[in-house]
């Protein structure tokens, strides 16, 4: 299984901060990887795909790098609606994982 | 307006079964796999399984802590998803979300709302 870990699992920022979340594979996956953004109670919204295709309707201050096995997710000035959970997922190989997942909260 | 509503969650026995379901609209549902992900209270997100569509022959996957217990279906006459499972355990105790996957590597969008199972004596 191709296994993802996220640095870091908790990130204090401003708003109006840049904020880069970091998402490693266990191996190669090209760039077949998803960001979401999670709010309490909510259920996951998809941000990113491809690594770096911005899905329609997100904000153009989203954006992702990446591929092969080290990927990033950037908001290039962090605003309030943007205070949530971020995970990573790989969509090149079954099983498909998600990582443990970035809560960013406001310091 | 394209939504996925889930419905079927509820408190069952360890050893028990419940089928979760999953309403699509809004979509051509029988051109789309589509999956489920779980995520056990205060936990980070696990991937269920998978129907692929007509074309695919609806053929599936499934995540290795599940298979054999849960089977995924789907009727596409009545634009539904379907998950069955049994055997159930209490680290099964987790929000149900179903999704449509995106073509050729693109994601998940959207998904469902959730719905909670718990196993639980």
């Known amino acids: 299984d191709i296994q993802l870990t996220q640095s870091p699992s908790f990130l204090s920022a401003s708003v109006g901060d840049r904020v880069t979340i970091t998402c490693r594979a266990s191996?190669?996956?090209?760039?077949?990887l998803a960001w979401y953004q999670q709010k309490p109670g909510k259920a996951p919204k998809l941000l990113i795909y491809a690594a770096s295709t911005l899905q329609s309707g997100v904000p153009s201050r989203f954006s992702g790098s990446g591929s092969g096995t080290e990927f990033t997710l950037t908001i290039s000035s962090l605003q309030p609606e943007d205070f949530a959970t971020y995970y990573c997922q790989q969509l090149s190989s079954y099983p498909l994982t998600f990582g443990p997942g970035t809560k960013v909260d406001i310091k | 307006e394209v939504q996925l509503v889930e419905s079927g969650g509820g408190l069952v026995q360890p050893g028990g079964s419940l089928r979760l379901s999953c309403a699509a609209s809004g979509f051509t549902f029988s051109d789309h796999y589509m999956d489920w992900v779980r995520q056990a209270p205060g936990k980070g997100l696990e991937w269920v399984g998978r129907t692929r569509n007509k074309a695919n022959s609806y053929t599936t996957e499934y995540a290795a802590s599940v298979k054999g217990r849960f089977t995924i279906s789907r009727d596409d006459s009545k634009n539904s998803l379907y998950l069955q499972m049994n055997s159930l355990k209490t680290e099964d105790t987790a929000v149900y979300y179903c999704?449509?996957?995106?073509?050729?590597?693109?994601?998940?969008?959207?998904w469902g709302q959730g719905t909670l199972v718990t196993v639980s004596s």
């Open positions: 999704a449509r996957v995106g073509a050729a590597g693109r994601g998940f969008d959207p």
């Open positions: 191996q190669g996956i090209s760039s077949y």
